[in-house]
T-cell receptor, first 123, second 113 residues
């Protein structure tokens, strides 16, 4: 049964502590993404990765870090530098279709599939 | 800058009534368009998508959406709403050549008996 798992579903931390959120997928997708969701603001991209050992910052990367050591896994660390870490965090994955043009390869991502999310509360 | 607008923050409909959720985007070319649904405390589920071709696309759970280039819109519709459709709905766009999705702020749907 293929899909994306995120653990834990609820996470509580004290202010000043780093915390790592897990995301695993068995869809054989190359690309993975982390989003933050706050009420009334939709989803905002934190980091994304198109290939193992490579990742790029999204719109709100400050105070977060990621790693991509395995294709299946894309953990997110919320550091103490993140000013407002309490939020709902969503992980997603997608296929990346590569087209080779005159300048090399160009990546296109198709629809994203989402995990169930982790609600982080920092007090 | 690319943006996605969902002008309705909250919509309430009666069970069995028809539904239309609005989505407008700003982008020079035709983007890839998506509608997702999210139940409380859950992840997002893809309802439907538009890449090219027929501008009326069918999705899961009886939903459909129509792409109108002249209005830069991709509105979601359902002819008869069920109580289980109560959720939050997100419109998203992906620009050709880009990696990421841009999401609207969502429309929360309430269904009353």
């Amino acid at each position: 049964d293929g899909g994306i798992t995120q653990s834990p579903k609820y996470l509580f931390r004290k202010e000043g502590q780093n915390v790592t959120l897990s995301c695993e997928q068995n869809l054989n997708h190359d690309a993975m993404y982390w989003y933050r969701q706050d009420p009334g603001q939709g989803l905002r991209l934190i980091y994304y990765s198109q290939i193992v050992n490579d990742f790029q910052k999204g719109d709100i990367a400050e105070g977060y870090s990621v790693s991509r050591e395995k294709k299946e896994s894309f953990p997110l660390t919320v550091t103490s530098a993140q000013k407002n870490p309490t939020a709902f965090y969503l992980c997603a994955s997608s296929i990346v279709a590569v087209q080779r043009g005159a300048r090399g390869s160009l990546g296109h991502s198709y629809e994203q599939y989402f995990g169930p999310g982790t609600r982080l509360t920092v007090t | 800058a690319q943006s996605v607008t969902q002008p309705d923050i909250h919509i309430t409909v009666s069970e069995g009534a028809s539904l239309e959720l609005r989505c407008n985007y700003s982008y020079g070319a035709t983007p890839y368009l998506f509608w997702y649904v999210q139940s409380p405390g859950q992840g997002l589920q893809l309802l439907l998508k538009y890449f090219s071709g027929d501008t009326l696309v069918q999705g899961i759970k009886g939903f459909e959406a129509e792409f109108k280039r002249s209005q830069s819109s991709f509105n979601l519709r359902k002819p008869s709403v069920h109580w289980s459709d109560a959720a939050e709905y997100f419109c998203a766009v992906r620009k050709t050549g880009a990696n990421n999705l841009f999401f609207g702020t969502g429309t929360r749907l309430t269904v009353i008996p």
